[in-house]
């Protein structure tokens, strides 16, 4: 992966004003060190998608990675699938990160191959799709727009297609909320993030990302077509389900 070295030192300083989180260039920059040190199980769940990817391929079908970034979830996927005339498409609509997943996509030689988009996610077509992954994309997207993003996906999948949704959870009882919140503080720091860094981010994020509880989740998915939904990962507050079409 590109900028694997950067460190991610962004809300090292004071930021005064604190502008709203973007993904930018310098969060592409530094993107892998951030989401590793920042998502208990990242890695860990990366693979699982790919393996998942791997079991669900149907021959000439597409896989959709949406909110790719870098393409670690693309790379995952493209690197597990054995199924022949398949065609990944990864898209996301931050340039700074599609220049970076063309990049890591070029450098990695898997057989099958990517398309890399760069475009909004609630305006591209999803058609004769095996897998569609949205490993933490969903929780960026305003909430009033995430069933009809859903039911599109669930539409443009093949029978026996599946949707990996992974986000950031909230959840209902105030207990575990507070529970897992501190788990994942904890997290944060033991992966060398001061306190300064922690609150900024948090506050830079508070706008931008919208976690829903997994009740919520199960629900969405539910009401946009998925007959099967089942959790398949957890790392604290951060949770993965697969949903069959
Ligand atoms: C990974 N999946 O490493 N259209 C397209 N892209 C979008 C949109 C949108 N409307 N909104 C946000 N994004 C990756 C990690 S990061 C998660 C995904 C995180 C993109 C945004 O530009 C960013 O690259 C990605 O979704 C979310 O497996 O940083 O917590």
């Known amino acids: 992966m590109c ?3 950067s460190k991610d030192t962004l ?16 969060v592409a920059a530094i993107f ?19 393996l998942i990817a791997g079991e669900y391929a149907q021959p000439d079908s597409r896989l959709y990675d949406l909110g790719c970034s870098l393409g670690a979830a693309t790379l995952a996927m493209r690197r597990r699938i054995t199924q022949p005339g398949c065609r990944l498409i990864a898209v996301d609509n931050s340039p700074a990160m599609v220049d970076g997943c ?8 898997a057989p099958t191959p990517v398309d890399v988009v760069c475009a909004d996610i609630r305006a591209i077509a999803i058609e004769h799709a095996a897998v569609v992954t949205m490993n933490f994309t969903l929780q960026f997207i305003a909430p009033d727009e995430r069933l009809a993003l859903l039911q599109r996906i669930h539409d443009g999948l093949l ?6 949704l992974a986000e950031k959870l909230r959840f209902a009882d105030a207990t575990e909320q507070a ?6 503080l904890a997290f944060k720091r033991a992966n060398g993030y001061s306190e300064l860094e922690i609150s900024q981010k948090r506050a830079a994020l508070e706008r931008v990302l919208v976690p829903d509880t997994l009740e919520q989740h199960r629900a969405r998915l ?13 790392a604290f507050n951060f949770a993965a389900l697969i949903a069959i079409r």
Request: with cysteine; glycine share 10%; net charge negative.
């Open 3 to 5: 900028s694997d070295q």
């Open 11 to 26: 809300y090292s300083e004071p930021h005064e004003p604190l502008a709203d989180f973007a993904f930018d260039a310098r």
């Open 32 to 50: 892998p060190d951030m989401i590793r040190r920042s998502v208990p199980g990242y890695a860990t769940l990366c693979g699982f998608l790919g």
């Open 102 to 109: 063309r990049e890591n996509v070029a450098a990695d030689n």
């Open 159 to 164: 029978p026996g297609g599946v949707l990996l």
């Open 179 to 184: 529970t897992l919140e501190q788990l994942h």
């Open 222 to 234: 539910h009401a946009a077509g998925f007959g099967q939904v089942h959790l398949c990962f957890q």
